[in-house]
């Protein structure tokens, strides 16, 4: 059974940083995609960043790079998510997710895998 497993999140200031990890478990995700999205109130999830371990490539979307470090363990099946910086509308669920293609990487349709999700609330 396949499972990605979010930790990390938390109550933080602005201009903080915490990181948030994601184990997967379940059968071995190296040659799949793994991506971050969040989820605030009232919102459509939105793709925060992405990263294609076998190539080792990232993907930001706009509104966290410089910010954000997606990166990854491959021998430990563990995706991790650096966020400095931190902005009061960076607050909302964030999950973790995993993608057999390595395309459209910015779009929730591509992947087959999500996690439970982690509570990210920045104050201001």
């Known amino acids: 059974q396949v499972q990605l497993v979010e930790s990390g999140g938390g109550l933080v200031q602005a201009g903080g940083s915490l990181r948030l990890s994601c184990a997967a478990s379940?059968?071995?995700?190296?040659?799949?995609?793994m991506g971050w999205f969040r989820q605030a109130p009232g919102k459509e999830r939105e793709f925060v960043a992405a990263i294609r371990w076998s190539i080792s490539i990232t993907y930001y979307a706009d509104s966290v790079k410089g910010r954000f470090t997606i990166s990854g363990d491959n021998a430990k099946n563990t995706v991790y998510l650096q966020m400095n910086s931190l902005k009061p509308e960076d607050t909302a669920v964030y999950y973790c997710?995993?993608?057999?293609?390595?395309?459209?990487?910015?779009?929730?349709?591509?992947?087959?895998?999500w996690g439970q999700g982690t509570q990210v609330t920045v104050s201001s």
């Open positions: 379940g059968r071995t995700f190296s040659s799949y995609a």
């Open positions: 997710a995993a993608s057999p293609s390595g395309s459209f990487l910015w779009r929730p349709t591509e992947y087959d895998y």
